[in-house]
């Protein structure tokens, strides 16, 4: 009985946290707001490269793909960088930042 209670926990705190950039180690090196037609996100980017913006309203749109552009224009804005190989995970975009080598945050639209 013990066992499969610590085998479900296990289990529920891979499938919670599977694909995030924490659970590879990655640390948070900034912090940034961006506004984008409006809308605040929140940008987080990782010593590894990646970069993870969430939608800074509680009660925003639906996840969309104009929404998914505009957090690529949040990053944009707030690393001078493009996000590339990106996906969703519960409505925030994780992907990977590439800069060019005279990018500046806040360079971005």
Do not use: H
Not at 3 to 11: F, H, N, V, Y
Not at 13 to 25: D, H, Q, T
Not at 65 to 84: D, F, I, P, S
């Amino acid at each position: 009985m013990r066992l499969g209670r610590i085998a479900i926990t296990i289990s529920l705190l891979l499938v919670c946290g599977w694909g995030s950039p924490a659970l590879a180690g990655a640390k948070a090196v900034e912090r940034y707001k961006a506004v984008v037609e409006g809308q605040t996100f929140k940008v987080i980017r990782y010593d590894n490269g990646t970069v993870k913006i969430v939608d800074g309203g509680v009660f925003g749109p639906n996840y969309s793909y104009n929404l998914r552009n505009r957090m690529r224009q949040a990053a944009k804005q707030a690393t001078g960088c493009e996000v590339t190989d990106d996906f969703d995970q519960d409505g925030k975009l994780i992907g990977k930042l590439v800069c060019s080598p005279d990018a500046q945050p806040g360079d971005g639209e």
